[in-house]
């Protein structure tokens, strides 16, 4: 169980271009998903918490209009990278917490990831 | 906010050896993970262990969450367990978590 799926695993878009990256929970309810963005060799820096129903919460310095994002429903996240640049190129990764009773500290599943590069 | 340091960065070691990787953390936590992050990039969860003791197969873990550590210990090193280990740990209401600068383990046959 706990299965996050991401897609795409991968595109590759030019310059001013629109990405949307879905992040799905396979078999279980997520109030609440996570969207990390890992540039080569570095850790996992998190970028905004999606919320169902409500607006994103984004993390310091992470412009909001240019990575959107949508929490249509308790199994569907996606981020839209808005007017992709070259140094947007990057591996994005989402997480869920499985939704249960109390919500915090709740382990954490993550998707394999979608590797972006803007030409 | 919360820091979360991760030692050693590298490690090298010959098959069959076993090694211990540690996690600081800088503030009291509800939340720690450690993961396992393969070469396609997919972060496999190890163990959620926000205290105590947990082991499974040659893997175990150990969060002294009063003196705000973790302990990752790979026994019988296998070419296989090569890769970058990250420990991540919450601290909020919100369920977030945040990451160390990972450990990046190589095997050597």
């Known amino acids: 169980g706990a299965v996050v799926s991401q897609h795409p695993s991968w595109v590759i878009c030019k310059s001013g271009t629109s990405v949307k990256i879905e992040c799905r929970s396979l078999?279980?309810?997520?109030?609440?998903m996570f969207w990390y963005r890992q540039f080569p060799k570095q850790s996992l820096m998190l970028m905004a918490t999606?919320?169902?129903?409500?607006?994103?919460?984004?993390e310091q310095g992470v412009e909001k209009d240019k990575f959107l994002i949508n929490h249509a429903s308790l199994t569907l996240s996606t981020l839209t990278v808005t007017s992709a640049h070259p140094e947007d190129s990057s591996f994005y990764i989402c997480?869920?917490?499985?939704?249960?009773?109390?919500?915090?500290?709740?382990?954490?599943?993550f998707g394999p990831g979608t590797r972006l590069t803007v030409l | 906010g919360i820091q979360v340091e991760q030692s050693p960065p590298d490690l090298i070691l010959q098959e069959g050896a076993n090694s211990t990787l540690r996690c600081n953390f800088s503030?009291?936590?509800?939340?720690l993970q450690w993961f396992h992050q393969n070469p396609w990039g997919q972060l496999i969860n190890l163990f959620y262990i926000p205290s105590g003791t947990k082991q499974n197969g040659r893997l175990s873990a150990t969060t002294v969450a009063t003196e705000r550590y973790s302990l990752l210990y790979i026994s019988s090193s296998q070419t296989t367990d090569s890769g970058v280990y990250f420990c991540?740990?919450?601290?909020?209401?919100?369920?977030?978590?945040?990451f160390g600068s990972g450990t990046r383990l190589s095997i050597r046959p």
């Open positions: 503030d009291s936590v509800n939340n």
């Open positions: 999606s919320n169902e129903g409500s607006k994103a919460t984004y």
């Open positions: 997480s869920a917490p499985p939704v249960q009773a109390g919500g915090q500290g709740n382990e954490q599943f």
């Open positions: 991540a740990v919450g601290y909020s209401s919100a369920s977030k978590i945040i």
């Open positions: 078999d279980f309810q997520a109030t609440t």
